[in-house]
C-alpha cells in the first residue's frame, strides 16, 4: 500500500526511532509517522455487486459491523489525531442507512471523506449534495471503458449504473470527482479511452493496481497486466505526468526509468493503514489477512492505540535491509514492490515483486510457496469465481446480500 500522491502531508511527527535523522521525505516516512496520514476504512461489507476482484470478498453485511455510535468515536480520534482525510469503501459504503450522517459528522470534525463507490446511490440529489460540498470526493469505480469489458469483472449492468452516477455528478455541476480504474489484461488497450470519459465528465482520472487480495487471488493471473502491458502502462503514465492520479500503486514500474510520480515506496502501517467494518485495523488494505492484523478499534485505547503501540507496525517500521532486492541496480526506485502482492502470490516479503519489470518475478513465482488465502469471505455466495458466467446461487438469500439496506 503507498500514499497517494493527490495528499498533502498534514498529519503526523515522524514516531520515535532509534535510527540516524533521514535525509530524505521517503526515509521519514518510512519510519512512520505518529498518525496516518491518510486511512481506508470499509464501513461494510455488504454490496449489491460481485466484482471478481475485489480486495475484501465483499458482498453480505456482518452483523457485527460498527455501529453509528462507535464510528463517531472512530471519527473522534481521527479527529485529535489529526488525521488529513478517509478513504471509504467498503463493500458498497453507500447502502449503509448512516452513510450520509457518518459523512456530516466527520467534516463537521475536521476530517475529510473521500468515498469509493460503484454509483448505485449516486442519485441526482446526492450529486447536488456532494456538489454542495467543500470537504467530500468522491469516486466513481469503473473497470471497463466499454460495457462489455466493464461487466465482465464488474457485473451485468454496472457500467450503465457508473455512467448515470457520473452524468449526474456532471450534471450537478461536480467537477474534480475521480474516476477510478483498476488496471487488468483486459483493459490497458482502454487507457485513452477512460481519459476521454473522464475528460467528457469533468473527472479526473484515477489508475490503480490489481492485487492477488481477496477474490482478486482467484484471478489475478488470469486478469494482471502481461510484462508488455506493464511497459505500455508505465510509458502512458509518463506521458499523462499529473493529469491521471494513480494512488502510489504502481511504484514498482520504476524500476524502467524515470519515477512515476508519488512517494515510490509501501506505505503500510508506516502512513497509512485500514480499519474494516467489525472494528480490526490492517496494515494494508490490500492485505486483509491474520499476519497484517495489528488489532482492533473495539480494544482499551481504541484506534491511536493500535497506531502507536501494535508490535506489527513496530516491525514495519524499523529500517529494512531491501532482502534480495538489495543488490539490484533497481532497488531505490522500486524498493522491493508491493506486500501484498508477493504475499498473496506465495513470494516472501523481502522478494521481488511479481510483477518485477526487471523479469525476476518470473523465477520467483515458479519457486513460491502455496500462496496464502485471503481473509473472510463475505460474497454472495460461496463458489468459485468465473469470469463472465454466474452461477445459480446455493440459497435464495444469497440474491439479497444488502441484509436489509435499500438501494433504490
Not at 490497458?188 to 487471488?217: V, Y
Not at 517500521?317 to 524498493?335: E, F, K, L, N, V
Amino acid at each position: 500500500m503507498t500514499l497517494t500522491q493527490d495528499v498533502a502531508p498534514r498529519a503526523g511527527r515522524p514516531a520515535p526511532s532509534p535510527s540516524p535523522a533521514p535525509g530524505k521525505l521517503t526515509d521519514l516516512f518510512q519510519l512512520g509517522l505518529d498518525a496516518p496520514i491518510c486511512l481506508t476504512w470499509e464501513l461494510t461489507y455488504a454490496c449489491n455487486l460481485s466484482c471478481v476482484h475485489c480486495l475484501s470478498s465483499s458482498g453480505r453485511r456482518d452483523p457485527a459491523e460498527l455501529s453509528t455510535r462507535e464510528c463517531e468515536q472512530v471519527i473522534d480520534t481521527l479527529e485529535r489525531m489529526q488525521v488529513f482525510y478517509v478513504n471509504i469503501g467498503g463493500g458498497e459504503p453507500t447502502v449503509r442507512p448512516d452513510f450520509w450522517e457518518l459523512v456530516d459528522y466527520a467534516t463537521a470534525h475536521h476530517v475529510g471523506v473521500k468515498f469509493s463507490t460503484n454509483g448505485v446511490k449516486i442519485t441526482p440529489s446526492a450529486a447536488a449534495r456532494l456538489a454542495a460540498s467543500d470537504y467530500v470526493d468522491v469516486q466513481i469505480s469503473l473497470d471497463g471503458a466499454t460495457a462489455d469489458v466493464n461487466d465482465a469483472v464488474r457485473g451485468a449492468g454496472s457500467y450503465a449504473t457508473a455512467t448515470r452516477a457520473m452524468e449526474n455528478l456532471s450534471a450537478a455541476g461536480l467537477r474534480g470527482f475521480k474516476l477510478s480504474v483498476v488496471m487488468t489484461r483486459r483493459n490497458i488497450a482502454q487507457l485513452d479511452a477512460f481519459k476521454a470519459i473522464a475528460d467528457r465528465f469533468g473527472a479526473q482520472l484515477r489508475l490503480t493496481r490489481l492485487r492477488p487480495s481477496g477474490r482478486g487471488a482467484d484471478v489475478w493471473h488470469e486478469l494482471h497486466p502481461t510484462a508488455e502491458q506493464q511497459r505500455t502502462l508505465y510509458d502512458w503514465l509518463v506521458a499523462h505526468g499529473e493529469q491521471v492520479l494513480t494512488g502510489d500503486s504502481f511504484f514498482h514500474l520504476s524500476a524502467y526509468g524515470s519515477a512515476l510520480p508519488g512517494l515510490n515506496l509501501c506505505g503500510a502501517g508506516r502512513v497509512v493503514c485500514l480499519i474494516d467494518p467489525v472494528g480490526d485495523v490492517y496494515a494494508c488494505p490490500f492485505a486483509i489477512h491474520q499476519n497484517f492484523l495489528a488489532g482492533n478499534i473495539r480494544a482499551p485505547g481504541g484506534f491511536e492505540s493500535v497506531w502507536r503501540s501494535a508490535p506489527l507496525f513496530a516491525s514495519l517500521r524499523a529500517p529494512g535491509t531491501g532482502g534480495a532486492c538489495r543488490s539490484c541496480g533497481c532497488y531505490d526506485s522500486c524498493r522491493g514492490g508491493c506486500m501484498a502482492a508477493k504475499f498473496f502470490t506465495g513470494l516472501p516479503l523481502d522478494g521481488p515483486d511479481p510483477e518485477c519489470v526487471q523479469g525476476h518475478g518470473p523465477a520467483a513465482l515458479a519457486a513460491a510457496s502455496p500462496a496464502p488465502r485471503p481473509g473472510a469471505d463475505h460474497s454472495h455466495r460461496k463458489v468459485a469465481v468465473t469470469i463472465g458466467r454466474r452461477r445459480p446461487p446455493e440459497r435464495g438469500c444469497d440474491e439479497s446480500p444488502l441484509a436489509g439496506f435499500a438501494v433504490s
